[in-house]
């Protein structure tokens, strides 16, 4: 009804052309849009305006995207999305181990750029409110209607995208997922979609909930399939 | 046989062949001198026994039964065995040569000896026998001698020859180990041999070749550097306008004139889009990422997509070790392909026995495009509709990079076949047909 409930995104771009023309074409389509044309306005701009969603240019003058993404993701667990015109898969890589949710080439479709923003937002309003509120696995509580993670009481700060992951393997625990089925369910994508998005996110989410992300308990590697998660014989 | 153990060999050989040769003219030379001085010897006493035999003549000699006076080499005068063993030649010549003197050496049997003999004018011949006994034995010491000599000189010279044949052997070696690590890349890898002989010559040309070679090296490295960052530039460069204008006109409110616009637009960042891929797939830059899934629910879920009116035939399960992203890319070209330039039925088949994946239709077939093959826009060409007729080349490439081929021929339609490398099959379900992808 009013602007205020539009969700507001920050947006990094130096090109003038896309700047104007995809705010613009993203305030049309239900955004609200701060724009900024280089890193460090970036950063000023997303401690003063508290968006729910970044969209950083990889290539920027000064602070590159991937630095932005860092720095953000140090202090908020917003969605980040990377926008890159490099077909350099090092790009990719970097940006999603700085902690990026997702990632655009260029040139896009407008409208399949709002799809993707719309997506990393649905992963923060979770519709599956129907199963049971709490879920115990090992020595985690889930509880969906908090949309919280809770490790022996302690809250684990976990972004909308590892929150999604996560409930997806509660979901289907003791079963393995390929990351085609996780590519699909977590991030909308289908089979074009980029499986590092996958390893990426499950070695942040082991980072965050396994007592020893280098021998990971909960969430195993099923090789030459994908993942799943291990309800432990011994709940906590 | 190595180089090493045929020098080792040669050496030995050599060493044996020398030793043995030296050995064979000392002992000849030795026996000479043995005999000749046995020879002397059985003269003079031939002498002394002559005179012992005219001074005494006629009582104490005996006369034998040939009418010879015979004189043991001791001295003692009147020995008649010694008639048994005078060689026939001696014998023949005494008695046919007055007054001289002869010697004959038998050295053959238990008891070699030199005989002497002299016929005494008047009164008979006069015979001596010296024993070469002695000789015989200090000569066959000479040889047991010379024989182990021989024998380790051989073994002194194989020895030798190991460790020369190992001395050259290694430096060869090093150099077929430079050679092998330039041929692993490793092109800072020299020698710097010393000396000044043949092998240090080659290695000094396998250094100089490793210089030059590593110099060209690292040129074409650096050109093709520069080529790969240059294709990165003109991609960037190339999509900051096109997604600045895809964005602008995406604005614009829908006329016939905008509408054109968007459509040109949205074309010409396909065709960007299509060309960079051609030329990374053509660079040979592009590397598969592969990842263990269902083959099945791919195809079915990219043809209920983008071609749903397709009959479909599929096994329930495919698992295979590929990857899925240039499959879709592969899989969305043909059927694209398929929608734009055929005309229903369409067909798509998974066959796990082959690895093969065919797309079907029924229009006029690929026609002129198979036989221009080479030419990247024949499609265009044939039949405007939309894409940048880079479809083809790109499923192409994309299949080579998956190890795998596609195939074009005609059957009452164009027919595309994607075959996969067998190697990428994981499992198979049991085969059946389903009626549609719907």
Known sequence: ?236 | MSLRVRLALAIAIISALVAGGVSLAVYQRSTTDRVDRARETAARQVRTAASIVRLRLPGGATVTPSGSYVVTATGGVGDAAIGTGLPALLQSRVESSPGRVYTEPVLTGNDPAVYGGTQIAGVGAVYVRQSFIGDQQELSALQDALIRLTAAASVIGAILGVLVASALSRRLRRSATLARRLAAGDLDARLHPRGRDEIAQLGRALDDMAEALGATIRELDEAAERERSFSADVAHELRTPITGLVAASSLLDDTPEAVMVKERARALAHLVEDLLEVMRLDAGAETAMTDQFDLVRLVSDVTRDRLPEAEVTLPITLRVQSDPRRLERILVNLLENARRYGDAPYAVVLDPDTMSLTVRDSGRGFGVFLDRAADRFAMAAVARGGGSGLGLAIAEGQARVLGGTLELHDDNGAVATLRLPPESRVAIGAAVVTGGAV
């Open chain 1, 1 to 236: 009804m009013t602007e205020s409930q539009l969700p507001r995104m920050l947006f990094v771009e130096d090109d003038p052309v896309i700047r104007q023309a995809t705010s613009d074409y993203l305030a049309r389509n239900g955004f609200e849009v701060i724009a900024a044309e280089d890193g460090d306005a970036g950063l000023v701009a997303w401690r003063e305006s508290d968006p729910v969603l970044a969209l950083l240019d990889v290539m920027l003058p000064g602070m590159d995207g991937v630095a932005l993404c860092r720095a953000i993701r140090a202090e908020s667990q917003i969605p980040v999305i990377l926008m890159s015109a490099r077909s350099d898969p090092i790009d990719v890589v970097m940006g999603l181990e700085a902690g990026a949710d997702d990632y655009v080439t260029k040139p896009f479709e407008p409208a399949v750029l709002a799809a993707r923003l719309r997506a990393a937002l649905r992963r923060v309003t979770p519709t599956d409110i129907e199963r049971a509120p709490f879920e115990q696995i090992g020595s985690l509580l889930l509880d969906r209607e908090g949309y919280a993670v809770t490790r022996d009481g302690e809250p684990l700060a976990l972004t909308p995208t590892e929150y999604r992951l996560l409930v997806e393997f509660i979901d289907n625990v003791g079963m393995a997922l390929d990351r085609a089925a996780l590519l699909e369910r977590v991030w909308g994508y289908g089979w074009a979609g980029d499986t590092r998005l996958v390893d990426v996110h499950v070695q942040r989410l082991r980072a965050k909930i396994e007592v020893d992300p280098a021998a990971p308990e909960l969430v195993q590697t099923v090789r030459g399939v994908g993942y799943k998660l291990v309800q432990p014989s011994e709940a906590t």
